[in-house]
Protein backbone atom coordinates (compact mmCIF):
# COMPACT_ATOMS: atom_id res chain seq x y z
CA UNK A 1 0.00 0.00 0.00
CA UNK A 2 1.37 3.17 -0.90
CA UNK A 3 1.10 6.09 1.29
CA UNK A 4 2.96 8.70 0.14
CA UNK A 5 5.99 9.37 -2.35
CA UNK A 6 9.26 9.27 -2.63
CA UNK A 7 12.35 9.27 -4.99
CA UNK A 8 13.33 5.86 -7.00
CA UNK A 9 17.24 5.54 -6.54
CA UNK A 10 19.36 2.87 -9.01
CA UNK A 11 20.23 0.69 -5.70
CA UNK A 12 16.34 0.80 -5.21
CA UNK A 13 15.96 2.60 -2.36
CA UNK A 14 13.87 5.52 -2.17
CA UNK A 15 14.18 9.37 -0.84
CA UNK A 16 11.91 11.35 0.47
CA UNK A 17 14.17 14.68 -0.03
CA UNK A 18 15.35 14.77 -3.44
CA UNK A 19 18.16 17.02 -2.26
CA UNK A 20 21.90 18.16 -4.25
CA UNK A 21 25.08 17.66 -1.73
CA UNK A 22 27.97 20.53 -1.98
CA UNK A 23 30.55 18.41 -0.14
CA UNK A 24 34.13 20.14 0.91
CA UNK A 25 36.75 17.40 1.18
CA UNK A 26 39.41 19.79 3.37
CA UNK A 27 38.02 22.31 5.77
CA UNK A 28 40.27 24.63 3.18
CA UNK A 29 37.45 24.00 0.77
CA UNK A 30 34.75 25.04 3.10
CA UNK A 31 34.25 28.69 2.31
CA UNK A 32 34.19 27.92 -1.31
CA UNK A 33 31.52 25.14 -0.77
CA UNK A 34 28.95 27.47 1.48
CA UNK A 35 29.15 30.00 -0.66
CA UNK A 36 28.19 27.86 -3.61
CA UNK A 37 25.33 26.05 -1.67
CA UNK A 38 24.08 28.94 1.04
CA UNK A 39 22.07 30.77 -1.90
CA UNK A 40 20.27 27.33 -2.49
CA UNK A 41 19.55 26.44 0.19
CA UNK A 42 15.74 26.29 0.60
CA UNK A 43 15.48 24.79 -2.64
CA UNK A 44 17.57 22.27 -1.65
CA UNK A 45 21.12 22.22 -1.84
CA UNK A 46 22.98 20.49 1.18
CA UNK A 47 25.97 21.57 2.32
CA UNK A 48 28.71 18.54 4.11
CA UNK A 49 32.09 17.81 4.15
CA UNK A 50 34.96 16.57 6.14
CA UNK A 51 37.64 18.96 7.69
CA UNK A 52 40.47 16.46 7.74
CA UNK A 53 43.53 16.60 5.20
CA UNK A 54 44.76 13.09 6.24
CA UNK A 55 42.92 10.01 5.10
CA UNK A 56 40.42 8.11 7.25
CA UNK A 57 39.22 4.70 5.76
CA UNK A 58 35.58 5.21 8.26
CA UNK A 59 35.83 9.04 7.12
CA UNK A 60 35.95 7.69 3.40
CA UNK A 61 32.91 4.62 3.78
CA UNK A 62 30.91 7.44 5.48
CA UNK A 63 30.87 9.99 2.80
CA UNK A 64 30.52 7.46 -0.03
CA UNK A 65 27.04 6.52 2.02
CA UNK A 66 25.88 10.33 2.06
CA UNK A 67 26.71 11.10 -1.10
CA UNK A 68 24.63 7.99 -2.10
CA UNK A 69 21.87 8.63 0.31
CA UNK A 70 18.25 7.95 -1.08
CA UNK A 71 17.73 11.69 0.23
CA UNK A 72 20.09 12.94 -1.95
CA UNK A 73 19.95 13.59 -5.70
CA UNK A 74 22.81 14.94 -7.47
CA UNK A 75 26.39 16.14 -5.72
CA UNK A 76 28.97 18.71 -6.15
CA UNK A 77 32.57 18.02 -4.80
CA UNK A 78 34.64 20.65 -3.88
CA UNK A 79 38.10 20.12 -3.44
CA UNK A 80 41.07 22.20 -2.60
CA UNK A 81 43.48 20.32 -4.70
CA UNK A 82 46.58 18.69 -2.53
CA UNK A 83 44.00 17.42 0.31
CA UNK A 84 44.49 13.76 0.54
CA UNK A 85 40.67 12.81 0.38
CA UNK A 86 39.70 10.41 -2.56
CA UNK A 87 38.13 12.84 -4.57
CA UNK A 88 38.15 10.17 -7.80
CA UNK A 89 36.95 7.38 -6.06
CA UNK A 90 34.27 9.10 -4.67
CA UNK A 91 32.90 10.65 -7.49
CA UNK A 92 33.04 7.37 -9.42
CA UNK A 93 30.50 5.70 -6.46
CA UNK A 94 28.09 8.25 -7.17
CA UNK A 95 28.62 8.19 -10.38
CA UNK A 96 27.51 4.31 -10.50
CA UNK A 97 24.83 5.40 -8.15
CA UNK A 98 23.54 7.22 -11.50
CA UNK A 99 23.37 10.69 -9.96
CA UNK A 100 25.02 13.64 -11.29
CA UNK A 101 28.03 14.69 -9.76
CA UNK A 102 30.61 17.54 -10.76
CA UNK A 103 33.83 17.65 -9.13
CA UNK A 104 35.46 21.74 -8.70
CA UNK A 105 39.16 21.56 -7.90
CA UNK A 106 40.01 25.06 -6.29
CA UNK A 107 43.92 25.18 -7.28
CA UNK A 108 42.86 24.58 -10.82
CA UNK A 109 39.77 25.97 -11.57
CA UNK A 110 41.82 29.21 -10.32
CA UNK A 111 40.48 30.54 -7.07
CA UNK A 112 37.88 31.65 -4.71
CA UNK A 113 35.54 33.74 -7.13
CA UNK A 114 35.65 31.54 -10.08
CA UNK A 115 34.64 27.90 -8.63
CA UNK A 116 32.05 29.73 -6.30
CA UNK A 117 30.87 30.96 -10.01
CA UNK A 118 30.91 27.68 -11.47
CA UNK A 119 29.48 26.06 -8.61
CA UNK A 120 26.64 28.17 -8.40
CA UNK A 121 25.94 27.52 -12.00
CA UNK A 122 26.58 23.96 -11.90
CA UNK A 123 23.82 23.79 -8.79
CA UNK A 124 21.63 26.35 -10.21
CA UNK A 125 20.99 24.06 -13.30
CA UNK A 126 20.98 20.60 -11.04
CA UNK A 127 18.12 21.52 -9.46
CA UNK A 128 16.40 22.11 -12.38
CA UNK A 129 17.07 18.76 -13.53
CA UNK A 130 16.03 17.10 -10.21
CA UNK A 131 13.02 19.49 -9.73
CA UNK A 132 11.75 16.85 -13.08
CA UNK A 133 12.37 14.10 -10.91
CA UNK A 134 9.02 11.38 -11.14
CA UNK A 135 7.97 10.48 -7.90
CA UNK A 136 7.19 7.21 -6.51
CA UNK A 137 4.56 5.15 -4.48
CA UNK A 138 6.74 4.54 -0.84
CA UNK A 139 5.93 3.18 2.25
CA UNK A 140 7.00 1.85 5.84
CA UNK A 141 8.86 -0.94 4.37
CA UNK A 142 11.11 1.28 2.50
CA UNK A 143 11.30 3.99 5.09
CA UNK A 144 14.21 3.71 7.80
CA UNK A 145 13.81 5.88 11.04
CA UNK A 146 16.48 6.99 13.71
CA UNK A 147 16.45 8.25 16.87
CA UNK A 148 19.10 9.94 19.41
CA UNK A 149 18.64 12.22 22.30
CA UNK A 150 19.84 15.57 23.04
CA UNK A 151 20.10 17.93 25.65
CA UNK A 152 18.80 15.36 28.19
CA UNK A 153 16.93 16.11 31.44
CA UNK A 154 15.21 13.59 33.73
CA UNK A 155 11.77 14.46 31.69
CA UNK A 156 13.45 12.69 28.37
CA UNK A 157 12.91 9.54 29.50
CA UNK A 158 9.61 9.90 31.21
CA UNK A 159 8.05 11.21 27.89
CA UNK A 160 9.78 11.85 24.64
CA UNK A 161 11.74 8.51 25.40
CA UNK A 162 9.21 6.76 25.95
CA UNK A 163 6.90 7.84 23.55
CA UNK A 164 9.80 7.08 20.86
CA UNK A 165 9.82 3.76 21.84
CA UNK A 166 6.25 3.09 21.47
CA UNK A 167 6.49 4.96 17.76
CA UNK A 168 9.14 2.82 16.53
CA UNK A 169 7.01 -0.58 17.80
CA UNK A 170 4.00 0.57 15.69
CA UNK A 171 6.29 1.63 12.61
CA UNK A 172 8.44 -1.33 12.97
CA UNK A 173 4.83 -3.62 13.13
CA UNK A 174 4.47 -1.97 9.76
CA UNK A 175 7.87 -2.84 7.92
CA UNK A 176 9.93 0.14 8.83
CA UNK A 177 13.39 0.16 10.04
CA UNK A 178 14.02 1.44 13.17
CA UNK A 179 17.94 2.53 14.67
CA UNK A 180 18.90 3.40 18.07
CA UNK A 181 22.67 3.97 18.96
CA UNK A 182 24.97 5.67 21.27
CA UNK A 183 26.30 2.03 23.67
CA UNK A 184 28.10 4.46 26.09
CA UNK A 185 24.58 5.87 27.16
CA UNK A 186 23.10 2.10 27.94
CA UNK A 187 25.58 0.80 30.44
CA UNK A 188 23.51 -1.05 32.95
CA UNK A 189 21.12 -1.80 30.12
CA UNK A 190 23.39 -5.00 28.43
CA UNK A 191 21.74 -7.66 30.03
CA UNK A 192 17.77 -6.85 28.80
CA UNK A 193 19.33 -5.93 25.53
CA UNK A 194 20.72 -9.11 25.21
CA UNK A 195 17.57 -11.27 25.75
CA UNK A 196 15.72 -9.02 23.29
CA UNK A 197 18.12 -10.15 20.44
CA UNK A 198 17.24 -12.36 18.16
CA UNK A 199 19.92 -15.01 18.70
CA UNK A 200 22.19 -15.82 21.56
CA UNK A 201 24.96 -14.94 19.15
CA UNK A 202 24.11 -11.11 19.02
CA UNK A 203 23.00 -11.16 22.18
CA UNK A 204 26.70 -11.83 23.45
CA UNK A 205 27.95 -8.92 20.66
CA UNK A 206 25.57 -6.51 22.41
CA UNK A 207 26.73 -7.13 25.67
CA UNK A 208 29.89 -6.78 24.36
CA UNK A 209 29.72 -3.31 22.33
CA UNK A 210 28.54 -1.98 25.57
CA UNK A 211 31.52 -3.47 27.25
CA UNK A 212 33.79 -1.82 24.91
CA UNK A 213 31.90 1.36 25.70
CA UNK A 214 32.69 1.42 28.96
CA UNK A 215 36.33 0.72 28.12
CA UNK A 216 36.64 3.74 25.86
CA UNK A 217 34.50 6.19 28.12
CA UNK A 218 36.30 5.52 31.37
CA UNK A 219 39.78 5.96 29.56
CA UNK A 220 39.25 9.17 28.60
CA UNK A 221 38.16 9.57 32.05
CA UNK A 222 34.44 10.71 30.98
CA UNK A 223 31.09 9.18 30.99
CA UNK A 224 28.45 10.39 28.44
CA UNK A 225 27.26 12.48 31.81
CA UNK A 226 26.97 16.01 31.21
CA UNK A 227 26.51 18.68 34.43
CA UNK A 228 23.03 19.66 32.45
CA UNK A 229 21.94 16.54 33.32
CA UNK A 230 22.57 16.57 36.55
CA UNK A 231 21.04 19.92 36.52
CA UNK A 232 18.11 18.64 35.21
CA UNK A 233 17.23 16.05 37.68
CA UNK A 234 19.56 12.90 36.07
CA UNK A 235 21.70 11.69 39.32
CA UNK A 236 23.40 8.88 37.78
CA UNK A 237 25.08 7.22 35.18
CA UNK A 238 22.89 4.46 34.97
CA UNK A 239 20.10 6.28 35.75
CA UNK A 240 20.48 8.09 32.01
CA UNK A 241 21.02 4.85 30.43
CA UNK A 242 17.40 3.29 31.26
CA UNK A 243 15.93 6.60 30.16
CA UNK A 244 17.74 6.55 26.98
CA UNK A 245 17.46 3.09 26.71
CA UNK A 246 13.14 3.47 26.73
CA UNK A 247 13.75 5.02 22.92
CA UNK A 248 13.91 1.51 21.67
CA UNK A 249 10.60 0.48 22.84
CA UNK A 250 9.89 -3.33 22.85
CA UNK A 251 10.92 -5.17 19.62
CA UNK A 252 13.20 -7.74 19.65
CA UNK A 253 16.85 -6.21 18.02
CA UNK A 254 17.73 -7.42 14.74
CA UNK A 255 21.10 -6.57 14.34
CA UNK A 256 24.15 -4.15 15.70
CA UNK A 257 25.39 -2.33 12.86
CA UNK A 258 28.55 0.39 12.39
CA UNK A 259 28.52 3.41 10.87
CA UNK A 260 27.91 3.05 7.08
CA UNK A 261 26.11 -0.61 7.59
CA UNK A 262 22.60 -0.06 5.93
CA UNK A 263 19.87 -2.51 6.85
CA UNK A 264 17.86 -3.98 4.07
CA UNK A 265 15.28 -5.80 6.11
CA UNK A 266 12.61 -3.97 8.06
CA UNK A 267 13.30 -4.11 12.16
CA UNK A 268 14.55 -2.78 15.37
CA UNK A 269 19.26 -2.06 14.86
CA UNK A 270 21.32 -0.98 17.51
CA UNK A 271 24.22 1.05 15.92
CA UNK A 272 27.82 1.29 17.52
CA UNK A 273 29.30 3.98 17.09
CA UNK A 274 32.45 3.21 19.53
CA UNK A 275 35.36 2.98 17.38
CA UNK A 276 37.19 -0.44 17.95
CA UNK A 277 40.68 -0.84 18.73
CA UNK A 278 42.74 1.82 20.85
CA UNK A 279 41.59 5.48 21.65
CA UNK A 280 42.94 6.98 19.12
CA UNK A 281 40.98 10.10 17.84
CA UNK A 282 39.13 11.15 20.51
CA UNK A 283 35.68 11.07 22.37
CA UNK A 284 33.47 8.86 19.89
CA UNK A 285 31.31 11.90 19.19
CA UNK A 286 32.21 15.47 20.09
CA UNK A 287 28.23 16.13 19.57
CA UNK A 288 24.38 15.28 18.45
CA UNK A 289 25.09 15.80 15.07
CA UNK A 290 28.07 13.59 14.76
CA UNK A 291 25.46 10.75 15.86
CA UNK A 292 23.00 12.44 13.65
CA UNK A 293 25.30 11.98 10.68
CA UNK A 294 26.47 7.99 11.10
CA UNK A 295 22.42 7.16 11.50
CA UNK A 296 22.28 9.02 8.55
CA UNK A 297 25.14 6.54 7.04
CA UNK A 298 23.33 4.27 7.60
CA UNK A 299 20.05 4.82 5.80
CA UNK A 300 17.70 6.89 7.87
CA UNK A 301 15.56 9.22 6.11
CA UNK A 302 14.08 10.81 9.12
CA UNK A 303 15.65 11.25 12.73
CA UNK A 304 13.45 11.42 16.47
CA UNK A 305 15.26 13.79 18.34
CA UNK A 306 14.17 13.83 22.05
CA UNK A 307 15.15 16.52 23.93
CA UNK A 308 14.35 18.06 27.27
CA UNK A 309 16.71 21.00 28.28
CA UNK A 310 15.67 21.97 24.40
CA UNK A 311 17.91 21.54 21.16
CA UNK A 312 17.25 23.73 18.56
CA UNK A 313 19.42 21.50 15.85
CA UNK A 314 18.83 20.05 12.12
CA UNK A 315 20.19 17.73 9.98
CA UNK A 316 22.10 17.87 6.57
CA UNK A 317 20.31 15.00 4.23
CA UNK A 318 18.07 13.70 6.38
CA UNK A 319 15.02 15.83 8.72
CA UNK A 320 15.43 15.85 12.06
CA UNK A 321 11.95 15.36 13.95
CA UNK A 322 12.31 17.12 17.46
CA UNK A 323 10.37 15.31 20.14
CA UNK A 324 10.34 18.15 23.18
CA UNK A 325 10.29 16.22 26.48
CA UNK A 326 9.53 18.94 28.92
CA UNK A 327 6.91 20.94 29.09
CA UNK A 328 8.34 24.08 30.06
CA UNK A 329 11.07 23.92 27.70
CA UNK A 330 8.76 23.76 24.87
CA UNK A 331 6.97 27.27 25.91
CA UNK A 332 10.21 28.70 25.80
CA UNK A 333 11.12 26.99 22.24
CA UNK A 334 8.32 25.67 20.51
CA UNK A 335 9.24 27.49 17.38
CA UNK A 336 11.99 24.65 17.12
CA UNK A 337 10.20 21.91 18.50
CA UNK A 338 7.98 19.58 16.64
CA UNK A 339 6.17 17.46 19.15
CA UNK A 340 5.18 18.25 22.84
CA UNK A 341 5.13 15.10 24.85
CA UNK A 342 5.63 17.46 27.80
CA UNK A 343 1.65 17.05 27.70
CA UNK A 344 2.19 13.76 29.51
CA UNK A 345 3.06 15.44 32.36
CA UNK A 346 0.29 18.17 32.96
CA UNK A 347 -2.16 15.22 32.21
CA UNK A 348 -3.13 16.31 28.69
CA UNK A 349 -1.55 13.73 26.63
CA UNK A 350 -0.51 10.23 27.14
CA UNK A 351 2.44 8.14 25.73
CA UNK A 352 0.16 6.04 23.30
CA UNK A 353 -1.97 9.52 22.19
CA UNK A 354 1.40 11.16 21.23
CA UNK A 355 3.54 7.70 20.26
CA UNK A 356 0.57 8.05 17.48
CA UNK A 357 0.44 11.47 17.19
CA UNK A 358 4.56 10.89 16.59
CA UNK A 359 3.98 8.24 13.96
CA UNK A 360 1.16 10.36 12.07
CA UNK A 361 3.96 13.01 11.85
CA UNK A 362 6.91 10.98 10.40
CA UNK A 363 4.33 9.66 7.61
CA UNK A 364 3.61 13.69 6.96
CA UNK A 365 7.46 14.33 7.13
CA UNK A 366 8.21 11.37 4.50
CA UNK A 367 5.42 13.06 1.62
CA UNK A 368 7.14 16.09 1.99
CA UNK A 369 6.20 18.46 4.96
CA UNK A 370 9.02 20.18 6.43
CA UNK A 371 10.04 19.77 10.11
CA UNK A 372 10.38 22.81 12.47
CA UNK A 373 14.09 22.84 11.90
CA UNK A 374 13.75 22.30 8.09
CA UNK A 375 12.04 25.44 7.77
CA UNK A 376 14.06 27.31 9.81
CA UNK A 377 17.35 26.18 7.85
CA UNK A 378 19.08 24.10 10.00
CA UNK A 379 21.92 21.45 8.46
CA UNK A 380 23.79 21.52 11.28
CA UNK A 381 26.75 18.65 9.91
CA UNK A 382 29.81 16.97 11.87
CA UNK A 383 32.17 14.04 10.39
CA UNK A 384 35.33 13.45 11.94
CA UNK A 385 37.84 10.59 12.49
CA UNK A 386 37.31 6.89 13.32
CA UNK A 387 38.39 3.38 13.31
CA UNK A 388 36.55 0.41 13.06
CA UNK A 389 36.93 -2.95 12.19
CA UNK A 390 34.34 -4.72 9.58
CA UNK A 391 31.29 -5.76 11.38
CA UNK A 392 31.21 -9.95 12.30
CA UNK A 393 28.84 -12.13 10.70
CA UNK A 394 26.75 -12.76 14.24
CA UNK A 395 25.51 -9.45 14.07
CA UNK A 396 23.19 -7.93 11.00
CA UNK A 397 21.16 -9.47 8.23
CA UNK A 398 22.25 -6.69 5.85
CA UNK A 399 24.18 -6.11 2.70
CA UNK A 400 26.46 -3.80 2.04
CA UNK A 401 25.10 -0.91 -0.59
CA UNK A 402 27.44 1.47 -3.34
CA UNK A 403 31.50 0.80 -2.10
CA UNK A 404 33.37 -1.25 0.18
CA UNK A 405 33.80 -0.91 3.55
CA UNK B 1 -3.65 10.53 43.90
CA UNK B 2 -3.63 12.63 47.03
CA UNK B 3 -2.97 15.82 45.28
CA UNK B 4 -3.75 18.74 48.12
CA UNK B 5 -4.49 21.21 44.71
CA UNK B 6 -8.09 20.69 43.44
CA UNK B 7 -5.83 20.46 40.01
CA UNK B 8 -6.27 17.16 38.11
CA UNK B 9 -2.32 17.30 37.04
CA UNK B 10 -0.36 14.38 39.01
CA UNK B 11 2.69 16.17 41.02
CA UNK B 12 4.48 13.10 41.34
CA UNK B 13 5.06 10.37 39.30
CA UNK B 14 5.78 6.92 40.06
CA UNK B 15 6.90 5.14 37.09
CA UNK B 16 6.76 1.41 38.34
CA UNK B 17 5.57 -0.16 41.58
CA UNK B 18 8.48 -1.38 42.58
CA UNK B 19 10.15 2.16 42.87
CA UNK B 20 11.15 3.70 46.25
CA UNK B 21 11.28 7.36 44.34
CA UNK B 22 8.89 8.98 42.16
CA UNK B 23 9.60 12.08 40.05
CA UNK B 24 8.65 15.59 40.82
CA UNK B 25 6.34 16.82 37.13
CA UNK B 26 6.45 20.32 37.57
CA UNK B 27 9.19 22.44 40.30
CA UNK B 28 6.87 21.73 43.81
CA UNK B 29 7.27 23.90 47.19
CA UNK B 30 9.09 22.65 50.43
CA UNK B 31 5.31 21.15 52.10
CA UNK B 32 3.66 20.26 49.41
CA UNK B 33 2.25 16.59 49.42
CA UNK B 34 1.42 13.86 47.11
CA UNK B 35 1.48 10.36 47.33
CA UNK B 36 1.83 10.06 51.20
CA UNK B 37 5.02 12.34 51.52
CA UNK B 38 5.36 16.06 52.06
CA UNK B 39 8.62 17.61 50.44
CA UNK B 40 11.11 18.47 52.98
CA UNK B 41 12.72 21.46 50.74
CA UNK B 42 12.08 22.75 47.04
CA UNK B 43 12.41 20.35 44.41
CA UNK B 44 12.74 20.92 40.60
CA UNK B 45 11.01 19.71 37.68
CA UNK B 46 12.43 15.88 37.05
CA UNK B 47 14.33 15.64 40.37
CA UNK B 48 13.39 12.34 42.44
CA UNK B 49 11.89 12.44 45.73
CA UNK B 50 12.04 9.56 48.24
CA UNK B 51 8.23 8.03 48.54
CA UNK B 52 9.90 6.23 52.05
CA UNK B 53 12.83 5.87 54.45
CA UNK B 54 15.95 4.92 53.05
CA UNK B 55 18.80 3.44 54.63
CA UNK B 56 22.57 4.54 53.24
CA UNK B 57 23.58 1.29 50.82
CA UNK B 58 20.05 0.57 49.90
CA UNK B 59 19.70 0.96 46.22
CA UNK B 60 17.50 3.67 44.72
CA UNK B 61 15.23 2.07 42.26
CA UNK B 62 13.52 3.72 39.10
CA UNK B 63 11.41 2.42 36.25
CA UNK B 64 11.85 -0.89 38.40
CA UNK B 65 15.58 -0.81 37.83
CA UNK B 66 18.40 0.06 39.93
CA UNK B 67 19.97 3.70 39.37
CA UNK B 68 22.61 3.55 42.49
CA UNK B 69 22.78 3.82 46.19
CA UNK B 70 21.87 5.89 48.57
CA UNK B 71 25.16 7.55 50.14
CA UNK B 72 23.39 8.60 53.43
CA UNK B 73 20.37 7.60 54.99
CA UNK B 74 17.04 9.33 53.42
CA UNK B 75 14.03 10.47 54.65
CA UNK B 76 10.48 9.97 53.03
CA UNK B 77 9.68 13.26 51.21
CA UNK B 78 13.86 14.34 50.88
CA UNK B 79 14.99 15.26 47.55
CA UNK B 80 17.34 12.14 45.96
CA UNK B 81 20.15 13.66 44.05
CA UNK B 82 23.74 13.68 44.07
CA UNK B 83 24.03 14.81 47.74
CA UNK B 84 22.86 11.52 48.75
CA UNK B 85 22.72 8.57 46.04
CA UNK B 86 25.61 7.71 43.73
CA UNK B 87 26.28 5.58 40.58
CA UNK B 88 27.13 1.93 40.74
CA UNK B 89 28.77 1.94 38.02
CA UNK B 90 31.03 4.87 36.85
CA UNK B 91 33.51 5.78 37.45
CA UNK B 92 35.37 2.80 39.50
CA UNK B 93 33.26 -0.48 38.56
CA UNK B 94 32.93 0.51 34.92
CA UNK B 95 36.68 0.41 34.12
CA UNK B 96 36.80 -3.53 35.06
CA UNK B 97 33.95 -4.70 34.60
CA UNK B 98 34.42 -3.73 31.27
CA UNK B 99 38.00 -5.04 30.66
CA UNK B 100 37.13 -8.28 32.21
CA UNK B 101 34.38 -8.87 30.03
CA UNK B 102 36.70 -7.95 26.73
CA UNK B 103 39.39 -10.23 28.37
CA UNK B 104 37.11 -13.01 29.10
CA UNK B 105 35.12 -12.77 25.60
CA UNK B 106 38.39 -12.36 22.79
Not at chain 1, 2 to 24: M, P
Request: net charge negative; glycine share 12%.
Amino acid sequence: MSLWTGFLRSDGRKGIRNGLAVVYLVECAHHVAREVASPYRDAGANLIGFPGCYPNRYADTVMRRLCTHPNIGAVLLVSLGCESFDRNGLAQTIRASGRPVHTLVIQETGGTRRTIAEGRAWVEQTLKELAQQPRVPMTWSELSIGTICGGSDATSGLTANPVIGRAFDRMIERGATCIFEETGELIGCEQHMAQRAQTPELGEQLIRSVAKAEVYYATLGHGSFAPGNAAGGLTTQEEKSLGAYAKSGTSRIAGLIKPGDIPTVGGLYLLDVVPDGPVRFGFPNISDNAEAVELIACGAHVILFSTGRGSVVGSAISPIVKICANPETYRRLSEDMDVNAGCILDGSGTIHSVADQVVELVQQVAGGQPTASEALGHQEFILGYKHFEPTGPSCLPLVQIGGQR
Amino acid sequence: MANSETSTAPLLLRLSDADNIAVAVRALAAGTRDMGVTLTQPVPVGHKVALRAIAAGEKIVKWGMPIGSATQSISAGEHVHTHNLKSDYLPTFTLDDGKKFVEDHP
